[in-house]
T-cell receptor
Framework: NAGVMQNPRHLVRRRGQEARLRCSPM?????VYWYRQLPEEGLKFMVY????????ESGMPKERFSAEFPKEGPSILRIQQVVRGDSAAYFC???????????FGPGTRLTVT | QKEVEQNSGPLSVPEGAIASLNCTYS??????FFWYRQYSGKSPELIMF????GDKEDGRFTAQLNKASQYVSLLIRDSQPSDSATYLC?????????????FGQGTTLQVKP
């Protein structure tokens, strides 16, 4: 599968727990983006990363949310102490080093109970 | 004024007709423009991108860009029921192509057999 991979596809967490969402970019892609889609709302940019660098985190909530893209392994979006308002679909996208086109993964649907 | 605006629809067209989807954006310095298709419960799928004024055709799809009017559109010829989906307009804001895509709310297209 050469596409963007995300796991888990569905994640259920109780309020106060931590959620970790993983994203492996498309083969040959080195840029990763995270977006959130709240129910009945549009897609909102969260963060843009390259290997070991956060390029733009202007869409990340100031607290509880963090993202990384280590030298080895997938990109991780981490949400600490989840609240019900964090329930959403979280999509990862990737692009090549000299390209602006972003390709999306299948998403992780997070439900906070 | 929203950064990227689309008519939410639904836009209903008969099978075989041309569907015309429109999008306006506020940042005059924007350089790259994208159309994504999103089926209910699925992730966005990139169907067209355009960077220069004018028309760009790919199969049944034509993207049109008018930077002076800050307007981008998507035409779908010979519409099929399988084209029924939400179409998202996305703009990479600013003159430096930062990677941050701003999405419109999407237009729901219904193609009736």
């Amino acid at each position: 599968n050469a596409g963007v991979m995300q796991n888990p596809r569905h994640l259920v967490r109780r309020r106060g727990q931590e959620a970790r969402l993983r994203c492996s970019p498309m083969k040959g892609h080195s840029h990763v983006y995270w977006y959130r889609q709240l129910p009945e709302e549009g897609l909102k940019f969260m963060v843009y990363l390259q290997k070991e660098n956060i390029i733009d985190e202007s869409g990340m909530p100031k607290e509880r949310f963090s993202a990384e893209f280590p030298k080895e392994g997938p990109s991780i979006l981490r949400i600490q102490q989840v609240v019900r308002g964090d329930s959403a679909a979280y999509f990862c996208a990737s692009s090549g080093p000299n390209s602006y086109e972003q390709y999306f993964g299948p998403g992780t649907r997070l439900t906070v109970t | 004024q929203k950064e990227v605006e689309q008519n939410s629809g639904p836009l209903s067209v008969p099978e075989g007709a041309i569907a015309s989807l429109n999008c306006t954006y506020s940042d005059r310095g924007s350089q790259s423009f994208f159309w994504y298709r999103q089926y209910s419960g699925k992730s966005p799928e990139l169907i067209m991108f355009i960077y220069s004024n004018g028309d760009k055709e790919d199969g049944r799809f034509t993207a049109q860009l008018n930077k002076a009017s800050q307007y981008v559109s998507l035409l779908i010829r010979d519409s099929q029921p399988s084209d029924s989906a939400t179409y998202l307009c996305a703009v990479n804001q600013g003159s430096s192509n930062t990677g941050k895509l701003i999405f419109g709310q999407g237009t729901t297209l219904q193609v009736k057999p």
